[in-house]
């Protein structure tokens, strides 16, 4: 009923509801996915607005002619994009049906988090801050507001964070927390009641002692970076920190298909593959040249990409739709 609202009133998520609902139930239609890809391109700045321009990678997962899932680099020093400027990107998109959201990269979160809680996220499952830049700064904000915005909250994820107080959430089952090891004394999980997994790392291994005191009777599981402590009647884990250049970090498939710029008879062409960017131009009509440009990571790629695109754009270069 609301898609076909949707279409009447010439919205498009109407007609992208329609084309993922029947890929649910035909996941294999190649007609299918490839008209749900030419409309999401067609009518991308009707259904990402300004995330379209942005210059920092992205990732974007849709249900039902909804963001679901969105991942984002963030950039305390990019002068385009100020953590406060990525507040307002994501004050201004529609994503009452969010379940996850990812900030990567930034040093700072003042301003993503002041917009975070200034608004309400009904089915929000799922939030992620971090990983952040080696050696960056610390999200320095009250968490009492940002957890009270998300009441179906399962899992959160804090990098940095300088204030531990406020962890009161009925639902919270997982919690990840990378923070010092002196701030271990500082965590009172009595506000969480549902909470079962704990992850914890620190650059140095926390006092036992300390630790025993805070999880007796609140957490299940302990996972933590390195050594393992023996906690009794806590199960505790292991687990290895995940090398930055293996992670996704916001390079998408959709990241590699070939994105075309046409202006006055001449054309760019512009895709990534991993951590190389290629680059073709010429006139319209013939072979054209082609370099490529390698980078450190596929995260640097996907970076240099949507700044190639978004600095041709800039020029009066119209990105046109090319079928594969």
């Given at each position: 009923?609301?898609?076909?609202?949707?279409?009447?009133?010439?919205?498009?998520?109407?007609?992208?509801?329609?084309?993922?609902?029947?890929l649910?139930?035909?996941?294999?239609?190649?007609?299918?996915?490839?008209?749900?890809?030419?409309?999401?391109?067609?009518?991308?700045?009707?259904?990402?607005?300004?995330?379209?321009?942005?210059?920092?990678?992205?990732?974007?997962?849709?249900?039902?002619?909804h963001v679901?899932?969105?991942?984002?680099?963030?950039?305390?020093?990019?002068p385009n994009?100020?953590?406060?400027?990525?507040?307002?990107?994501?004050?201004g998109?529609?994503?009452?049906?969010?379940?996850?959201?990812?900030?990567?990269?930034?040093?700072?979160?003042?301003?993503?988090?002041?917009?975070?809680?200034?608004?309400?996220?009904?089915?929000?499952?799922?939030?992620?801050?971090?990983?952040?830049?080696?050696?960056?700064?610390?999200l320095?904000?009250?968490?009492?507001?940002?957890?009270?915005?998300?009441?179906e909250?399962?899992?959160?994820?804090?990098?940095?964070?300088?204030?531990?107080?406020?962890?009161?959430?009925a639902r919270?089952?997982?919690?990840?927390?990378?923070?010092?090891?002196?701030q271990?004394?500082?965590?009172?999980?009595?506000?969480?009641?549902?909470?079962r997994?704990?992850?914890?790392?620190?650059r140095?291994?926390?006092?036992?002692?300390?630790?025993?005191?805070v999880?007796?009777?609140?957490?299940e599981?302990?996972?933590?970076?390195?050594?393992?402590?023996?906690?009794?009647?806590?199960?505790?884990?292991?687990?290895?920190?995940?090398?930055?250049?293996?992670?996704r970090?916001l390079?998408?498939?959709e990241?590699?298909?070939?994105?075309?710029?046409?202006r006055?008879?001449?054309?760019?062409?512009?895709?990534r593959?991993?951590?190389?960017?290629?680059?073709?131009e010429?006139?319209?009509?013939?072979?054209g040249?082609?370099?490529?440009?390698?980078?450190?990571?596929?995260?640097?790629?996907?970076?240099?990409l949507?700044?190639?695109?978004?600095?041709?754009?800039?020029?009066?270069f119209?990105?046109?739709?090319?079928?594969?």
């Open positions: 009923m609301l898609g076909d609202a949707l279409v009447a009133a010439g919205d498009p998520r109407g007609e992208l509801m329609a084309l993922q609902a029947g649910e139930e035909h996941p294999g239609d190649a007609a299918l996915r490839e008209a749900e890809r030419r409309l999401r391109f067609e009518h991308r700045h009707a259904l990402l607005g300004p995330l379209v321009d942005q210059a920092l990678p992205y990732f974007v997962a849709w249900r039902w002619g679901a899932e969105l991942d984002l680099a963030v950039s305390a020093t990019s994009t100020p953590t406060e400027a990525v507040g307002e990107l994501l004050a998109l529609d994503l009452f049906a969010l379940r996850r959201l990812r900030l990567v990269g930034a040093a700072r979160y003042e301003g993503v988090m002041d917009a975070f809680a200034a608004r309400s996220w009904p089915v929000l499952e799922r939030l992620e801050l971090g990983p952040v830049n080696p050696g960056a700064g610390r320095d904000r009250a968490l009492g507001p940002i957890l009270s915005a998300a009441s909250l399962r899992y959160l994820r804090l990098e940095g964070p300088e204030q531990l107080g406020g962890l009161e959430h919270l089952e997982g919690l990840m927390l990378a923070i010092r090891p002196e271990v004394d500082e965590l009172d999980l009595s506000g969480l009641p549902a909470l997994t704990l992850t914890l790392r620190t140095r291994p926390p006092d036992p002692g300390a630790l025993e005191r999880l007796r009777g609140r957490v599981r302990l996972v933590v970076y390195g050594a393992p402590p023996v906690l009794p009647g806590i199960q505790v884990e292991s687990a290895m920190a995940a090398d930055p250049a293996t992670d970090l390079t998408p498939a990241q590699s298909v070939p994105r075309r710029f046409h006055r008879g001449r054309f760019r062409a512009v895709r593959s991993d951590a190389l960017l290629f680059v073709r010429g006139k319209v009509g013939r072979p040249l082609e370099r490529h440009e390698r980078f450190a990571t596929p995260y640097d790629a996907a970076r240099a949507h700044a190639r695109a978004w600095d041709w754009r800039q020029e009066g119209a990105e046109v739709w090319v079928p594969a």
